[in-house]
């Protein structure tokens, strides 16, 4: 893949994270700040470091899936791997202006 290739998948990738939104909150789960890392390999595989907004979310096995299976559908993608993290833990700090305006908090 070329470099704009590959920039191209990045930018799909995170244009599909941005139409995943998280189940007990209706913001994405980009702008919502849950996504820490996003690399794409030449290869095809995509990485995706992650949080929850709580370590206990009921929704944690729904939400991942919807992940993998979302961002598995962007051409150039082989292969999602998520790796869930909860270092640093999630706060509102993280969340996009966007998102905090929409959660109501500006």
Do not use: H
């Given at each position: 893949?070329?470099?704009?290739?590959?920039?191209?998948?990045?930018?799909?990738?995170?244009?599909?994270?941005?139409?995943?939104?998280?189940?007990?909150?209706?913001?994405?789960?980009?702008?919502?700040?849950?996504?820490?890392?996003?690399?794409?390999?030449?290869?095809?595989?995509?990485?995706?470091?992650?949080?929850?907004?709580?370590?206990?979310?009921?929704?944690?096995?729904?939400?991942?899936?919807?992940?993998?299976?979302q961002?598995?559908?962007?051409?150039?993608v082989?292969?999602?791997?998520?790796?869930?993290?909860?270092?640093?833990?999630?706060?509102?700090?993280?969340?996009?202006?966007?998102?905090?305006?929409e959660?109501?908090?500006l």
């Open positions: 893949m070329t470099a704009e290739e590959l920039l191209k998948v990045e930018e799909d990738i995170v244009f599909t994270l941005k139409n995943i939104y998280d189940p007990e909150i209706p913001i994405n789960v980009y702008d919502l700040g849950l996504i820490y890392k996003v690399d794409f390999e030449p290869d095809g595989k995509v990485y995706i470091e992650m949080t929850l907004t709580a370590p206990n979310c009921p929704m944690a096995d729904i939400l991942l899936s919807d992940i993998k299976t961002v598995a559908k962007v051409r150039g082989e292969e999602v791997i998520v790796e869930l993290t909860f270092d640093p833990p999630w706060d509102k700090s993280m969340m996009s202006p966007e998102a905090l305006l959660a109501g908090f």
